[in-house]
């Protein structure tokens, strides 16, 4: 779990970090400059593998990350800020729900603790006070694409643990190194179309230094410890955990970047969150060795 919650500190930087320095870039080419990166990082972990072993993997990082990436970023244009937040907080829900039907088995203490955690993130962000009517003031298509990205990033870390179970002569840097190209060729595929109509931006040296950082630290080290963090816990932690960078991201902005909340929403909603991840881990799941 230590694995899970490093990440999720460093991604609730990354959420300013973007809002901040790279909101004139076009996302398909942040997309496609932090995989790449990403991709250059596990490039020396790149082994000759069976051929449909690497497919698999390189599967699991086109959707888990390439395809993530692409819904995700095109969600934003018809949805405001807490309409896409209430929608990407459904993760946790899709993560037990996918693991139970490959498991064929339904397990309701884990899928209650993904209710806990997407409820406590619902209040973090005022969801709760705004009613169900939230909902149904977004977009349509807005919410569908948040939908598909919470799929494909639900749906690669429970297949990498299934990928990964019993593999004794792939290490996690290796495995993910397949994963990269998967998640980079997706990527790279999307911002074609975008620099060959306006051409590649021309980017500051902040810019520059913020997409190394994004590529090699918030995407590359933390996908990557993120589904080796996967395989170490139960399907309960592994569900709360999607939420937490969420409220953590909110808790950024107010300290470091002197944005405003409300911080007994912040601090209610947090408490619920951890008594969910509390409640995870007293449940017995199925060891799976990393």
């Not at 800020?81 to 907080?89: G, K, M, Q, V």
């Not at 806990?116 to 005022?126: N, Q």
């Not at 705004?130 to 298509?141: F, I, N, Q």
Request: net charge positive.
């Amino acid at each position: 779990m230590a694995y899970l919650l490093v990440v999720s500190l460093i991604w609730a930087a990354s959420f300013s970090l973007i809002k901040t320095y790279l909101v004139t870039v076009p996302p398909d080419v942040v997309n496609g400059i932090r995989l790449f990166l990403t991709l250059g990082v596990f490039a020396p972990f790149l082994r000759r593998v069976e051929a449909r072993k690497a497919a698999v993997l390189m599967a699991i990082g086109a959707i888990q990350f390439g395809a993530m990436y692409y819904f995700y970023t095109r969600s934003f244009g018809t949805l405001k800020a807490y309409e896409a937040a209430l929608a990407t907080i459904m993760t946790p829900l899709y993560v037990t729900l996918l693991d139970d039907a490959l498991e064929k088995r339904f397990r309701l203490p884990f899928l209650a603790c993904a209710v806990l955690a997407a409820a406590g993130t619902a209040l973090c962000l005022g969801v709760l006070t705004l009613g169900l009517g939230a909902l149904g003031t977004g977009s349509a298509k807005g919410l569908l694409l948040i939908q598909a990205a919470n799929l494909c990033f639900a749906s690669g870390q429970v297949w990498y643990r299934r990928a990964m179970d019993g593999e004794s002569r792939l290490s996690n840097p290796q495995a993910f190194a397949w994963c990269a190209v998967g998640a980079a060729l997706v990527a790279l595929l999307a911002a074609a179309p975008v620099v060959l109509e306006q051409g590649f931006p021309a980017l500051t040296g902040v810019q520059m230094t913020v997409l190394v950082y994004l590529g090699a630290i918030a995407s590359g080290l933390c996908f990557f410890l993120w589904n080796v963090g996967a395989r170490r816990v139960n399907t309960g932690v592994l569900a709360v955990m999607n939420n937490l960078k969420i409220p953590l991201a909110m808790l950024v902005a107010l300290v470091v970047f002197g944005e405003r909340a409300a911080w007994l929403r912040l601090t209610l909603g947090l408490a619920v969150i951890f008594m969910a991840l509390g409640l995870a881990t007293r449940i017995e799941g199925k060891p799976r060795p990393a």
